[in-house]
Each structure stands twice: as structure tokens, then as C-alpha cells.
């Protein structure tokens, strides 16, 4: 399920030209799930007409501070208090001015001073003006107070300059805006390592040795940690897909480099997820530039073992606190994981069938020393959310057994 679904945002529009951008960020998440009441400056209905906002969100949008008939039926203090979140979009350097000295002399600048909801703020002006002393001392200012933002981009700008002050992709706002939607953040303080993706060993200067996995679930559960709080870094074979700018990311090819950055980044680090494919053998002999094909029907090639991530994480001195396999099985799924959980001594495995590899849904086992629980098929960012909760659960139950030990 989307994380807007039945949220409730409110969007503050002050008047640049980006307007007409934030009308489509409207559209999007209110196909997302979102709730959206807007509220628009005076400068901002010079761009857009309300009756744009209002034909988008089915709501009838908010402009004026002493309308007395909308004050009867919603008066700023009940729009404030209803949001979720806020979203500023565009701000322009008058309102972040605005804030950041707490002038309130209009329904948005009221309304933020009343409000106590996470705000995200993504500006967009003329790139002198971004870049004014005034400007950048009241975006300090608002981020000491918490504000987030998310900074305006690099590009062609409606005055006809060139510089940072266009209006952020909108998937990025949307994106930003997400972490202000969770209520709590369980996983804040903590460092998790996950890697993902094949590996390739390569044979010669062209050839390689790999295998189908995409490293869609490596993501998914990175991006899920870091939504709940969790300082994520993904150690990313290759071909695995983009992710958000809160996931630190470290590319590898080959399997030995996966265990020399695994080992770096993991050392003490709270938890090790391992959901890379990681092939289980290279080339004995990796020959520079191109083999020749010769004329052998058959040719041998000698293959050695790569080393077991996992197990050598799991064994080493500083190991992360906890660390989670995979176990992709295509018979007795949980006696198979169950030995590989005792063999390369991890502290849970995630058994699943092959049948999971390549596909946009995913179901297993989550399975612990003592406990054995399904978790049923769905999407894969679902899955990677159902994984992280049966984390988050094993280790509040440790906790509390912790608690009445003498
Ligand atoms: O033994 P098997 O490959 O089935 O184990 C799967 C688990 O072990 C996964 O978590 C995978 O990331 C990890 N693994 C590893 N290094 C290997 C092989 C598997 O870390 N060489």
C-alpha cells in the first residue's frame, strides 16, 4: 500500500512560476492516496487559478485568511491541525523569509505558525535569489528548527538564467516527503548493511560468470530501513536499480570485492542483511584482454570457491549485532534454511522458493532458532516490510526477555 494512502497533506503554493508544476505534484499524490487540502498565496493565484487545485483535489482550495464563510467551515487552525504533513511548494525566498521571522500576514503564513505537523520545503525561485545571503541565512535558520527541505535543482530557469533554483523532479518531492509520513522512527540510531544484486566474476577482459538476481528485494528492504530511521548502506552488485538519496551506495562486480566492502562497511555495524546472489564460484585463472575462440569443441575451465559472505560476516571479530540470510530453496524450503542458518551461524534466515528470483512478488519463511513464521506472497516492497517488522519484533521480544533475566 502506498505510504499516502488516506494521509492528509496540506499544500502550502506561494507564487512563482513553478506553480504550474506543483498542479501535477497534486495530481500525483492524490492518485498516490493522499488527501490534499491547498492553500495558495495571492501571488500564487496570479500563475494558477484555485479552481486548478480545486478541479485536482475535489476540495475547495483555501486563499484568503479572513474569508468568514470558509473560516465557519474550516478555519486555519482545523487545517492545520488535520495535515499529516505540510508541503511548501514552490516556497519562494518571500516566504521562507516569512517563516524564518515568523511574519504571518496571510492564510499560509497564519496557518504556519499554528501548525505543529512535519513541514517539507522545496523552493524554487531566480538563482541570485537562492543563492542571496538572506536567503541561505533563512534556510539555516528553518533547518535548525526542523524544517526539512528538499533543495531546489541545477537548470534552465524561467527568467532565462541558468543555475540552482529550479523546482526539484517531483519524484523527488514525493520521495522526501514520505519519512514525514511514518509516525515513528524505530530503526533511528542504527546502521544496517545490506547487500544485493549478482555478482560477476569475470574470466577474461569481456567474459563473465554471473546470474539472474535484479536486487529488487536489496532495495526495497534498504529503502524501507531508511524510511523507519536506520542509516542504510547497500552494497550493490551490478545492474541493481536506482535508489533514493538516502541509501549510501557502494558498487561492486565481483564476489571478492562484495566481502572486502561487506567486511568494511559492516564492522560493528547493527545489523548485516545478505540478499546478494552471490556466485559461488570464479575463474581460477582471469586472463587479461580477449580469449581466443580456438577450434576445441570442448574446453575445460577450472572454477574455485568464492568465499561465503555471509558466513565470514556472521564470524567475524566486531560482527554487526545481528545478521539476516536468504535462503532461495525450490524443496523443504525451511529444513534446508534451517540448516544454513545454524552452518553460517546468522541469527535469522528468510527461506523462499527460486520461484521468487526474477519476480514482482515474493512469499517465505521467517525463520529464527526458536520460531518458524510464513510470511504470505505480496509485492516485494510489502515483503521487504514484512521482513523488517518480524526484525523489528525478534528484537523487542529479545529485549524483553533481556529485561526479566536477573
Ligand atoms: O548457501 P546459499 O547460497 O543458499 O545461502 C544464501 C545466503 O548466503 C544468502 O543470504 C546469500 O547472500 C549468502 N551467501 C553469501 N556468500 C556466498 C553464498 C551465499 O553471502 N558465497
Excluded at 362 to 389: H, N, Q, R, V
Aim: proline content about 4%; glycine content about 6%.
Amino acid at each position: 500500500m502506498s505510504m499516502f494512502a488516506g494521509r492528509h497533506i496540506l499544500l502550502g503554493v506561494s507564487g512563482g512560476v513553478a506553480v504550474y508544476r506543483v498542479a501535477e505534484l497534486a495530481r500525483l499524490l492524490q492518485k498516490a492516496g493522499a488527501r490534499i487540502s491547498v492553500v495558495m498565496s495571492r501571488a500564487a493565484c496570479q500563475f494558477v487559478t484555485p479552481l486548478t487545485f480545486e478541479a485536482i483535489t475535489g476540495e475547495a482550495v483555501h486563499t484568503e485568511l479572513f474569508d468568514l464563510t470558509r473560516e465557519r467551515e474550516m478555519g486555519h487552525i482545523q487545517l492545520a491541525r488535520r495535515a499529516d504533513a505540510v508541503l511548501l511548494a514552490p516556497a519562494t525566498a518571500n516566504l521562507l523569509a516569512h517563516l524564518a521571522h515568523g511574519i504571518a500576514d496571510d492564510l499560509l503564513t497564519t496557518i504556519m505558525q499554528v501548525n505543529e505537523a512535519p513541514v517539507l520545503i522545496a523552493p524554487a525561485m531566480n538563482r541570485s535569489m537562492w543563492a542571496s545571503a538572506a536567503t541561505q541565512a533563512n534556510v539555516e535558520q528553518l533547518k535548525s528548527a526542523g524544517y526539512r527541505f528538499i533543495e531546489p535543482t541545477s537548470g534552465a530557469l524561467a527568467c532565462g538564467e541558468q543555475g540552482v533554483g529550479r523546482l526539484a523532479e517531483l519524484e523527488q518531492i514525493m520521495d522526501a516527503l514520505q519519512p514525514l509520513l511514518i509516525d515513528a522512527q524505530p530503526l533511528a540510531g542504527q546502521h544496517w548493511v545490506i547487500n544485493a544484486g549478482p555478482t560477476a566474476e569475470a574470466w577474461d577482459g569481456v567474459r563473465l560468470l554471473t546470474n539472474r538476481a535484479t536486487g529488487r528485494l536489496g532495495v526495497a528492504l534498504a529503502e524501507r530501513a531508511a524510511l523507519l530511521g536506520a542509516a542504510v548502506t547497500l552494497i550493490a552488485g551490478p545492474g541493481v536499480p536506482a535508489t533514493s538519496t538516502r541509501i549510501r551506495r557502494e558498487h561492486i562486480t565481483s564476489a571478492i570485492e562484495m566481502l572486502q566492502r561487506c567486511i568494511r562497511a559492516a564492522t560493528r555495524a547493527d545489523l548485516f542483511i545478505g540478499t546478494a546472489a552471490v556466485s559461488d564460484y570464479r575463474f581460477a585463472e582471469n586472463h587479461a584482454g580477449k580469449l581466443k575462440r580456438g577450434d576445441n569443441h570442448r574446453i575445460r575451465v577450472e572454477l574455485t570457491a568464492n568465499p561465503d559472505i555471509i558466513a565470514h560476516i556472521a564470524t567475524m571479530p566486531d560482527r554487526p549485532t545481528r545478521v539476516v540470510a536468504f535462503a532461495a530453496e525450490s524443496c523443504d524450503h525451511v529444513t534446508h534454511a534451517r540448516q544454513k542458518l545454524e552452518k553460517k551461524h546468522v541469527d535469522a534466515i528468510i527461506a523462499n522458493d527460486i520461484s521468487n528470483m526474477g519476480s514482482d512478488t515474493a512469499s517465505g519463511w521467517w525463520i529464527t532458532k526458536a520460531t518458524t513464521t510464513p510470511i504470505e506472497a505480496m509485492d516485494k516492497p510489502a515483503f521487504a516490510a514484512a521482513i523488517i517488522e518480524q526484525i523489528i519484533a525478534t528484537e523487542r521480544e529479545k529485549d524483553a526477555v533481556g529485561r526479566t533475566e536477573p
